[in-house]
Structure formats: C-alpha cells, structure tokens
C-alpha cells in the first residue's frame, strides 16, 4: 500500500534531503514547477505546442472562445509560492504571456522562492489586488498560494477573487492547484471557508506522496482531478525510516487530530495478495462463515452478506435463521446452507461447532431485545466477528455496553449515521465547522473509535477509513479513477460485511480483512457500472479477482 503523508512528513522528507547535500531545496523547486507545467499539458494536450511554433496561425487558432495562451499565476507568500513562480518562468519560455500575482511582501520571501522571483524578472510580478485578482483573464489560472501547510480559513482578500472567477467562468475549467486548491487543510481534507465550495474543475499536481487530505472528506471534491509528481525523494524517506519513526514528524498533527498514533495507508490493488487460495487445500480450510438473518419479511441483507461471503472465498457459507423466516430463506439459498437458530441459545448450541470460524449480525436483525442477546453470546465465545446495521444501532442508548464486549477478533462498519449514534462526541467534532482553526478529520475520528471500540473500525463512505486500536489506519478511496457513485445504493454494505466476514473465516486478521474487502468492494462496483444494484457486486467477483491476476 501507498503511504499517505501530512504536511509536517512532507516537510521533514525534504529537509532531510536538502540536509544530506545531494539536492538543495531549489533544485527541487525547479523539479516541482516543472512537473506541474507536464501535468498540465498531458491534462490539456491542445495547450502543449509552443506559442510561435508556427508564426502563420493568428490567434484564431486557438479556438473562437479561446483567448491566446495566457496564464495567470497566483502566488502565495512561501514556498508554494516559489513553485509557482518556476511554473510561470516556465511557460514564459514557451511563448506564453503570464501574469504573476504575489499575495505578501516579496522582502520576506524564503531564499529559494526568492531567487525564483527574480529570476522572472523586473515588473514581472505583480502585487496581490483583490479587484485585479477577481477580473483576470487566462487560458490557464494557477493557484500557488498556500499549498499544503494551510490549518485556518484564507482571509477573504483571497477567496472574494477566486470564488469570482469561477462565478463569472473566467477559468475556462482550466485551475491548476499546486500541492492543494487554496481553503484546504492537506491533514485532515476539511474546507476552511465555507464561502468557497468544491467540486471545482481542478487539476492537482502534488509531490512524492499524496496527502491524506487529497483522499478524504471535502477534499477529492476540491482537487477535481489529481497527479502526483516524482522529484526524486523516495531514497530521503525509506533510509531515514520517515514512514516508520513518529519522532522524525513533529507537529503531524497540525490539524487538531491525532493523526500522530502511525500512519496512514492508501489502500491498492497491492492488498490482493493475500486471497489466492492453495491448490492443496479444502473447503475447511477456508473457513466456516455464520451470517444471521432477521425474521420473515427481512431476510435479504442477510442472503446479501453471505453470497458476498462465499463470493471471497469462505470455504462454506450458512445462513442462520429464525423459524418464521427458514421458508422464504430456503427458496432463495442453493449453495449457501441454512439452519434454523432461535434466540441466543440456538446459537450457543451452534457455536459449539469448533469449525464455524467467523460470524456476521446486524444485516436485517432488527433492534430487539433478541438482537442484543445474540450479539452478546457471540461475543462471549471470541469468534472472529462483523458487527454491521441493526447490531450496532440496538446499543445507541448505551454504546459503552457494546464496548466492554468488543475483542480484539472484531470488525465494525457503521456508515456516518450509526458511527454518529455510537461515537457522538465524536461526529460532533467532525461536524463542526472548519474556518476558525485546525480541523478535525475522519481518520482522527476513526483511530479515536477504534480506541474506544477496542477493534477495527471500518467507517464507511466513499472515502472510507479503517483504523485499529494500535493506530493503524488505511483509506479506501473510491475518487479520481475509482469514483463508484453507483455503490450508494441499498443492500451495497450488507455485501461488504459479507466480504470482511468470509475473509476473517479464511483466516485474515480483522485489518488486513476489511482493508482487503473495502477494496475488492470498490472494484466490483467499478467492474459493473452504472445501473448497479446490490446483488450484482458478489458476481463481479470472479472478473476481478482475474484482473487482479488471481
């Protein structure tokens, strides 16, 4: 997997790398314009020929509504700043006209963007004008302005002018961000202003390594599309162990989180390793998974959950049901085995079987007295477990009954409103707003769920994050090139508790279960397509798992 940094890691690997002597900090500014000005052109071939190529086009060429190539760059008071200043001397080189804005006192640039000032030249640069900002005209607009380190709303003499451009349309879709789209915090994904909504046609170019916030809540919506660019610093971070030594980051938790407690993973294709099965095996040896249904008229999360159980590879799948609904289960199930439970004690009786190796409660359940008397006995026995829906919403009132029941051997999956119900103070952190400080991120609130739960939490959404009690934690992103809208849809989390359930009865710890589910999860949604229901993903399986090279 891919790790995911914060600013403050991010810095640390470049300092370390200008400290060891083999590149100075602007070198790798150079690198870093550099890279944007290639993202751009591969994001809009039409703009790669070079002005004056060929000195018989007029300016028509370039289109009716299209103005010849000019870019307005929009520089910040640091190092992003400098960064944008190598874009602009750049395309500058290349025929373009450029228009630089600088939003600070060019006097109290740092060395490097300094020297990138100037070397723009004289008369170049322009000083930040709110008004002058808001009516610029372009081809292309880049917005180097604060990067990465952003933790407080801009103040509005920055976002009045880019909100304007984009009301009036003056960007032609075409806004480059430079590490981050100004008014969003890199740490945690959250929007600083309120005034300045996403969903923008960006392109982002950021460095090395994503940033959390390229992955979670607002931010996918605030990047639009995303690229990041090699400038060659993967040999500063593994031989200085920067993704294994907490110390080597200070302040990684500059956003109000805790996102100090080990680091964040980005969840790939790489997590597939782990679900080839061995030609010498047997269907035991892949594992017994329990799915528990809900009464007559309820039954179909659960047949939802055990067919995505089976799909991923449980060696055998059963179905335990109460009386009033083995009938309509029976007509439904072939390869998926029922047996009737009633109550806590039937499934007491069940458990006895020493073979039955992972459980799943809450699809339909319903939210009697019955449903925590189950959730209780299977606990009690410290089987692998998925606890999802009605399993985990039975214990809003008293969410600390179900904690102090909880074992290492679980996995949860509330989506927001049951993770709001069992972790109140919590969501309420995450909901609060973002523009007068450090912002509070999902990946903060998971690894403090996980904490409290005392097992993994998977909570759900499209930027999904899975967190264990030690601190580990992973984002399954379904944005960019995995954005699967079509997963919201009834009965997609039944199957996904499926799925982390018939891997822990093969034998996968609760992490590397629901990191491996979450993923394969998304890939069957984007296997199927638009049009997609529930019942559709536990048959993409086997076209996945061939991609995937299984």
């Known amino acids: 997997m891919t790790e995911l940094l914060t600013a403050a890691q991010m810095r640390a690997i470049e300092q370390a790398a200008i400290e060891s002597g083999e590149v100075t900090g602007l070198e790798l500014m150079e690198r870093a314009g550099q890279g944007v000005v290639e993202a751009i052109f591969e994001e ?6 070079e002005r004056g190529a060929d000195p018989s086009r007029s300016p028509e060429y370039f289109g009716k509504d ?3 190539r000019r870019a307005v ?22 025929g373009w006209e450029v228009e630089v804005f600088l939003y600070g006192d060019p006097d109290k640039l740092p060395p490097d963007a300094r020297v990138n000032y100037e070397r723009l030249g004289a008369g170049t640069v322009k000083p930040w004008s709110t008004e002058a900002v808001g009516n610029a005209e372009g081809s292309l607009f880049v917005d180097a302005i604060f990067g990465s380190g952003l933790s407080r709303a801009p103040d509005s003499s920055v976002l009045e002018p880019l909100t304007k451009l984009y009301t009036e349309g003056r960007t032609l879709n075409r806004m480059v ?33 994503s940033r959390i916030g390229h992955f979670v809540d607002d931010g996918p919506g605030y990047c639009g599309s995303l690229r990041t660019v090699d400038i060659g610093l993967a040999g500063f971070e593994a031989g200085k162990g920067f ?7 200070p302040g990684m938790n500059e956003c109000g989180g805790t996102s100090g407690e080990g680091f964040v993973n980005l969840v790939d294709h790489r997590r597939s390793g782990l679900l080839p099965k061995n030609r010498e095996e047997h269907k035991y040896s892949h594992g017994h998974a329990l799915i528990l249904s809900g009464g007559h008229g309820k039954t179909g999360a659960a047949r939802l959950a055990a067919r995505g159980a089976l799909r991923i590879g449980a060696g055998l799948v059963t179905v335990g049901s109460p009386r009033s609904a083995m009938f309509e289960n029976a007509a439904n199930l072939t390869a998926i085995m029922l047996r009737q439970i009633d109550g806590a004690h039937g499934l007491v009786e069940l458990m006895e079987d020493e073979r039955l190796s992972a459980i799943c409660l809450g699809p339909g359940m319903g939210r ?5 008397a189950m959730v209780f006995a299977t606990l009690k026995e410290k089987r692998a477990t998925v606890l999802d829906a009605d399993a985990l919403t039975r214990f809003e009132m008293k969410p600390e009954v179900l904690f102090e029941v909880l074992h290492e051997d679980c996995v949860i999956t509330p989506h927001g409103g049951e993770f709001a119900r069992l972790f109140p103070d919590l969501a309420e952190k995450l909901n609060a707003p973002a523009t007068t400080g450090p912002a509070y991120s999902k990946v903060d609130a998971t690894r403090e769920a996980a904490i409290r739960a005392g097992c993994v939490v998977l909570f759900k959404g499209p930027d999904t994050v899975i967190a264990a009690p030690d601190g580990r934690c992973s984002v399954n992103s379904a944005h960019y090139e995995r954005s699967a809208p079509w997963l919201a849809t009834a009965g997609s989390g039944d199957v996904l508790a499926g799925f982390i359930t018939g891997l822990m009865a093969r034998g996968f710890s609760p992490m590397q279960a629901a990191e491996t589910a979450a993923y394969v999860h998304v890939e069957c949604a984007l296997e199927f397509g638009p049009g997609l229901i529930a019942e559709d993903l536990p048959e993409q399986i086997p076209a996945v798992f061939r991609k995937l090279g299984l």
């Open 44 to 49: 809009w071939p039409e703009l790669a020929e």
């Open 66 to 68: 299209e103005k010849p």
């Open 73 to 94: 760059v929009l520089c910040g008071p640091g190092n992003n700043g400098g960064d944008g200043f190598v874009v602009a001397r750049l395309l500058k080189e290349r």
């Open 177 to 209: 961000a430079v590490d981050a789209p100004t008014g969003l915090c890199m740490n945690s994904g959250r929007a600083l202003c309120l005034e300045y909504g996403g969903n923008w046609s960006w392109l982002t170019v950021t460095f090395h390594r």
């Open 243 to 249: 993704l294994a030594q907490q110390d080597d980051f």
């Open 368 to 372: 009697g007295a019955d449903t925590q």
